[in-house]
Protein backbone atom coordinates (compact mmCIF):
# COMPACT_ATOMS: atom_id res chain seq x y z
CA UNK A 1 0.00 0.00 0.00
CA UNK A 2 1.19 3.53 -1.14
CA UNK A 3 -0.38 6.64 0.46
CA UNK A 4 -0.26 10.50 -1.24
CA UNK A 5 -1.17 13.24 1.16
CA UNK A 6 -1.74 16.71 0.04
CA UNK A 7 -3.99 19.48 1.35
CA UNK A 8 -1.73 21.08 3.20
CA UNK A 9 -0.57 25.29 3.51
CA UNK A 10 -0.77 28.22 5.35
CA UNK A 11 -3.93 29.47 6.83
CA UNK A 12 -5.15 31.86 9.37
CA UNK A 13 -6.08 30.86 12.70
CA UNK A 14 -10.01 30.33 12.54
CA UNK A 15 -9.35 29.03 9.00
CA UNK A 16 -10.30 25.79 7.53
CA UNK A 17 -8.41 23.29 5.34
CA UNK A 18 -9.14 19.60 4.05
CA UNK A 19 -6.55 17.35 3.87
CA UNK A 20 -6.24 14.55 1.15
CA UNK A 21 -4.53 10.71 1.39
CA UNK A 22 -4.96 8.81 -1.79
CA UNK A 23 -3.80 5.06 -1.44
CA UNK A 24 -2.59 2.50 -4.01
CA UNK A 25 -1.81 -1.12 -4.28
CA UNK A 26 -4.02 -3.47 -2.16
CA UNK A 27 -6.44 -0.91 -0.84
CA UNK A 28 -8.98 -3.15 -0.09
CA UNK A 29 -6.78 -5.03 2.49
CA UNK A 30 -7.12 -1.65 4.28
CA UNK A 31 -8.50 -2.39 7.94
CA UNK A 32 -8.18 0.99 9.27
CA UNK A 33 -6.94 4.88 8.07
CA UNK A 34 -5.24 7.07 10.74
CA UNK A 35 -4.07 10.83 10.71
CA UNK A 36 -1.31 11.68 12.60
CA UNK A 37 0.49 14.93 13.26
CA UNK A 38 4.12 16.02 14.56
CA UNK A 39 4.54 20.05 15.58
CA UNK A 40 7.73 21.39 15.84
CA UNK A 41 10.23 20.40 18.28
CA UNK A 42 7.47 17.28 19.35
CA UNK A 43 6.61 13.69 18.93
CA UNK A 44 4.10 12.61 16.30
CA UNK A 45 0.74 12.51 17.87
CA UNK A 46 -2.86 10.96 16.67
CA UNK A 47 -5.25 12.85 15.95
CA UNK A 48 -7.98 10.88 14.10
CA UNK A 49 -8.71 7.25 12.63
CA UNK A 50 -11.72 5.72 10.77
CA UNK A 51 -12.23 1.94 10.25
CA UNK A 52 -12.54 0.56 6.63
CA UNK A 53 -15.86 -1.91 7.08
CA UNK A 54 -18.08 0.20 9.71
CA UNK A 55 -16.89 3.25 9.25
CA UNK A 56 -15.94 4.03 12.93
CA UNK A 57 -14.29 7.20 14.10
CA UNK A 58 -12.38 8.38 16.56
CA UNK A 59 -11.01 12.20 17.67
CA UNK A 60 -7.76 13.16 19.61
CA UNK A 61 -10.07 15.88 22.29
CA UNK A 62 -7.22 18.61 20.95
CA UNK A 63 -9.16 18.08 17.60
CA UNK A 64 -12.60 16.78 18.76
CA UNK A 65 -15.25 19.01 17.41
CA UNK A 66 -13.25 21.65 15.06
CA UNK A 67 -11.78 18.42 12.76
CA UNK A 68 -14.13 15.38 10.45
CA UNK A 69 -12.68 12.34 9.22
CA UNK A 70 -14.55 10.46 5.91
CA UNK A 71 -13.24 7.80 3.60
CA UNK A 72 -14.40 8.12 -0.05
CA UNK A 73 -15.52 4.53 -0.92
CA UNK A 74 -14.95 4.06 -4.28
CA UNK A 75 -10.92 4.99 -4.34
CA UNK A 76 -10.61 4.54 -0.32
CA UNK A 77 -9.19 8.21 -0.29
CA UNK A 78 -9.01 9.40 3.21
CA UNK A 79 -9.81 13.11 4.14
CA UNK A 80 -9.62 14.94 7.38
CA UNK A 81 -11.46 18.68 7.32
CA UNK A 82 -10.16 20.53 10.06
CA UNK A 83 -12.31 23.96 11.07
CA UNK A 84 -11.81 26.90 13.54
CA UNK A 85 -7.54 26.53 13.27
CA UNK A 86 -5.87 27.36 16.02
CA UNK A 87 -1.36 28.22 15.74
CA UNK A 88 -1.16 24.82 17.72
CA UNK A 89 -2.80 23.03 14.85
CA UNK A 90 0.41 23.51 13.27
CA UNK A 91 2.25 20.58 12.27
CA UNK A 92 3.37 18.05 9.85
CA UNK A 93 0.23 15.18 8.90
CA UNK A 94 0.83 11.94 8.18
CA UNK A 95 -1.65 9.74 7.43
CA UNK A 96 -1.34 5.99 7.95
CA UNK A 97 -3.23 2.74 6.59
CA UNK A 98 -3.29 -0.07 8.36
CA UNK A 99 -3.16 -3.67 6.72
CA UNK A 100 -4.21 -6.23 9.51
CA UNK A 101 -1.57 -4.78 12.30
CA UNK A 102 0.91 -4.03 9.49
CA UNK A 103 0.99 0.00 9.53
CA UNK A 104 1.73 1.66 6.09
CA UNK A 105 2.78 5.19 6.43
CA UNK A 106 2.14 8.73 3.76
CA UNK A 107 4.91 10.91 3.28
CA UNK A 108 3.53 14.10 5.28
CA UNK A 109 1.54 17.46 4.72
CA UNK A 110 2.67 20.51 6.19
CA UNK A 111 -0.49 22.55 8.47
CA UNK A 112 0.76 26.36 9.11
CA UNK A 113 -1.82 28.86 11.25
CA UNK A 114 -0.75 31.88 11.07
CA UNK A 115 -2.18 33.79 14.05
Known amino acids: VQLQASGGGLVQAGGSLRLSCAPSGDIFSITRMDWYRQPPGKLREWVSS????????NYADSVKGRCTISRENANGTLYLQLNNLKPEDTAVYYC?????????WGQGTQVTVSS
Open 50 to 57: ITSVAGTT
Open 96 to 104: LALVNVRPY
